[in-house]
C-alpha cells in the first residue's frame, strides 16, 4: 500500500481539512521460539516483520473520534467522543485503538482534541501474527505523534497490553506489543518475560527466507482456549509451589521439573506446564544455536517446539500439523513450526530460497487436498517497530 492510496483514501472518507495528515506504521510479529512461554514467566523470542498496520491520522478541532479501517469497510465510520471511551461491542475493531486513547489519558498524558484516523493492515486478520497488538501500538505512536508527547516506549508497550487484558478481556502476555514496539531490522529479540530484560540477535539467515504459511483456518483469540491454557498453567504452578518457592513455570529447569513434577496432581495440568518449562529451555538453547551460526540445530529446536506445542500443550491442530509435517519432509527446509497462540492461524518455514516455489505448490496442494481450501503464504522479512513514516514511504 503506498502512501498516495492511503491518502486519496483518508480524504474520500473524512475530507479535506487545513491540517495534512500524518502517516504512521506498526509492524505484525512472529514468534521464532518461545510459545506459551511469555505468561508462564518465562523467554521468548519474537521479531517484527515487514506486513503490518499504517495508520493515517490527523487531528480534529473537536472532541469527536471518527476511525476507518479499509480492511472493514462494510463497518463504514465508527465516531465516538473522547468523554466516553468505554468499551463498546458495537465499535467492533475499533475497541482496540479507543482502548489505548483511554490508557495514555488515563495515565497522564493530555489528549487535548479528536482525531479522523484510517487504518489499513496487510496482516490477514485472525491469523495469528498480532493483528490487534499491531492496530494497538500504531494507534501509539499516532498519539505520541500528533500530540508530541515524550513517552517512553515501554510505558506504550505496558499500556497496548493493558487494552488487551484489561479493556478486551484477553489475559495474554506482552510478548507481542513488545516486539512490535521494540521491533529491530534483521533482529529477533530474546525476552524476558518476568523481568522484561531483553536483548536483540542478529537473525542472519544466509540463502534462506522466513515463509509464513496462513492455515486461513478462522480463530479469535478471546473466544479460543487460551485463558483455559493459562489457568492449566496456573494450577500446575499452585501444585507445584506446595514445595518449591517458585514464582513461574518459567524458573524452572527441565531437571527440577522432572524432579517434582509428581506435585501436580492433573496429568492434563502436568502436560501444560511440562511443555512451558521445556519450551523456555528450548529458546534459550535456540539463541545460543543462532549466535553460533548453527542454522540446522536452530531448525531443529523449531521442529520440538511444534511437537511439544502438538502433544503436551495441544493447541495446534490438524491445519498447522499437516503444515509442519509437510514441511518437515521438504528439502530446503529446516525447520518448521506454528507461531503464534495456534488453534489455527499461521505457521513459519525457514526455507532455502531456491526451494520457495516448490515447497509452495507442494503445500498447496497436499493442504488443499486435505481440507478443501489451499493455505496462503508471505515471504517476511525482519523489520523495525512502530514509528511515524517519512512523507514519502
Not at 52 to 66: C, I, N, P, S
Not at 108 to 132: E, K, Q, R, T
Request: negative net charge.
Amino acid at each position: 500500500m503506498n502512501q498516495h492510496d492511503l491518502s486519496r483514501t483518508f480524504h474520500e472518507i473524512f475530507g479535506t481539512a487545513p491540517t495534512k495528515p500524518r502517516f504512521f506504521f506498526a509492524p505484525g510479529r512472529i514468534n521464532l521460539i518461545g510459545e506459551h512461554t511469555d505468561y508462564n514467566g518465562g523467554h521468548v523470542f519474537p521479531a517484527a516483520i515487514s506486513f503490518g498496520t499504517y495508520a493515517v491520522a490527523r487531528q480534529r478541532a473537536d472532541q469527536k473520534l471518527h476511525f476507518y479501517s479499509m480492511n472493514f469497510p462494510e463497518r463504514g465510520k465508527i465516531e465516538c467522543n473522547l468523554a466516553d471511551l468505554s468499551y463498546n461491542p458495537d465499535h467492533d475493531w475499533a475497541n482496540f485503538p479507543k482502548g489505548m486513547i483511554y490508557y495514555f489519558i488515563k495515565n497522564g498524558y493530555s489528549i487535548s482534541h479528536g482525531m479522523d484516523i484510517l487504518f489499513y493492515g496487510d496482516i490477514p486478520n485472525g491469523a495469528g501474527l498480532s493483528s490487534s497488538a499491531s492496530i494497538e501500538m500504531a494507534t501509539g505512536v499516532v498519539l505520541e505523534g500528533l500530540f508530541d508527547l515524550e513517552i517512553d516506549r515501554l510505558h506504550m508497550i505496558q499500556m497496548g497490553q493493558h487494552v488487551e487484558n484489561q479493556y478486551i478481556g484477553v489475559n495474554s502476555g506482552i510478548m507481542d506489543q513488545f516486539a512490535i514496539g521494540k521491533g529491530k531490522k534483521d533482529c529477533a529479540i530474546l525476552l524476558d518475560c518476568q523481568t522484561l530484560e531483553f536483548h536483540y540477535a542478529p537473525v542472519e539467515l544466509k540463502d534462506h527466507e522466513i515463509v509464513i504459511i496462513n492455515s486461513n483456518k478462522q480463530r479469535t483469540l478471546a473466544a479460543s482456549k487460551y485463558n483455559e491454557r493459562r489457568a492449566e498453567c496456573e494450577e500446575a504452578l499452585a501444585d507445584l509451589r506446595t514445595e518449591l518457592p517458585i514464582g513461574s513455570l518459567g524458573e524452572l529447569t527441565s531437571e527440577k521439573f522432572e524432579q517434582y513434577k509428581h506435585l501436580i496432581t492433573n496429568d492434563i495440568h502436568r502436560k501444560r506446564a511440562k511443555h512451558a518449562v521445556y519450551e523456555n529451555e528450548r529458546t534459550l538453547l535456540a539463541l545460543q544455536e543462532l549466535e553460533k551460526g548453527h542454522l540446522e540445530a536452530f531448525g531443529q529446536l523449531m521442529n520440538a517446539s511444534h511437537v511439544s506445542l502438538r502433544d503436551d500443550y495441544e493447541v495446534t491442530g490438524a491445519e498447522l500439523d499437516q503444515i509442519a509435517e509437510t514441511a518437515w519432509n521438504h528439502p530446503g527446509v529446516i525447520g518448521a513450526r506454528m507461531t503464534g497462540a495456534g488453534f489455527g492461524g499461521c505457521a513459519i518455514a525457514i526455507v532455502h530460497q531456491t526451494q520457495i516455489e516448490h515447497f509452495k505448490e507442494k503445500l498447496s496442494e497436499t493442504y488443499s487436498e486435505e481440507f478443501g481450501y489451499p493455505p496462503s503464504f508471505y515471504e517476511a522479512k525482519i523489520s523495525d517497530g512502530a514509528k511515524e513514516l517519512a512523507e514519502e514511504f
